[in-house]
């Protein structure tokens, strides 16, 4: 998951720079389809502590290179973010100490502000070089066991008080104080006129990701016509062979279906991640939901994005090695380009062929063949065993 998420987040920086990577972790439906990708349970709470923890792991190493960090965490994790903060900011040189009231700010509005019995236990705040940052935190109500992710992004934050989120995450749980709603000014002066404070609550009308209660995926939860597309570009014959032409490179079916998803996970404009359980058919989930993860496929395409991101470095990160000649970044440019390409190619067979998926057709087919893909969950014995069975030989769109 590390190097996989690591992976996703260099080639969305190389593509379209920190600004952009920002602007999509600070979606909560982008964030669920990474952490579907990633191999992650689609609706969990834990997606949110998995996918920043790996995202941390995996790109401190390279934080200088990519002007990227990622501080805090969760539980006393979170404590470490202003010092954090104070040193990035020692080395690039802005004001550490604004950006630290601004973490303190924005746990303290979805922490104190909501009356609805959530209490931030992680706190995650991203910075770049050039001073902008993202907030991923997420709070825990110890009565319903339940969580609720906050996004933040400063660039469309025009008040701290008046809806800043950009999405939220959680299940609604009936009606809760927002203090920092539009309509709460006459509540804002009152408590002025009680406290002499700034009211700092907030549960604006935002992006707002509801996640179904079962925690299988079902065929509602998908986008039929979406997932038929990517199973249509990786099984059918012609389509299959024309998408191997893009990628520069011949590749298996069940990888290609696997690239087609990360590839929109990179490339996908935001409208295409309103079914985020869609993308766990890329490298499946560690629970066995929808189907055990293929660590084989997983490999294959983590080792194809990696390759195209070291060859198209412009110089080797060695200490003392020759950069790399124009050929080969070239090379590496070309197949980060495939994948853009493949996810152009993928979105025209949509419109233009409208394929529908079998959903009971390709859940099959993925616990058929899980054991030959080194098929994997937390429930598997250490022989690495599991109970899935079936011939798997559908039609799967």
Known sequence: MTALGTAITEAVVFDYGTS????RLSDPFWFQALGAVMGMDWHSSGVTTSVMGALKRGLSPRAHELGLYICGGRGRFSRN???ELRAIAFRRGFDGEKLVRTSRLTARVDNNAIADGFQIYLHNFVV???GEWAVVQQGLNDRTGMARRYHWHSATVKDFVCEPHTGIVGEHQGMVINLVDADAKPAQHAMLQITGETPEKTLGEVRHLKMPAHHDVQARDIDLKRLGAVLAVAYDRGLHDFAELLLLEKLGPRTLQSLALVAEVIHGAPTRFSDPARFSFAHGGKDGHPFPVPL?????????????????????TASGSEPRVTSERQFGKEKLDALRRLERFTRSVEKR???RADFDAII???RAISTSLDGRTV?????GRNFFVGNGQQRLF
Do not use: G, I, V
Request: proline share 7%; hydrophobic share 30%; no cysteine.
């Open 81 to 83: 973010t202003p010092n």
């Open 296 to 316: 084989k496929t997983y490999d294959e395409s983590l080792t194809f994005l990696r390759n195209a991101l070291d060859r198209a470095k412009p110089a080797s």
């Open 128 to 130: 770049t070089a050039d």
């Open 353 to 355: 062929y409208s394929p």
């Open 20 to 23: 952009a990577f920002l602007s």
């Open 364 to 366: 099959k087919h993925e």
């Open 379 to 383: 429930m598997d014995d250490k022989s």
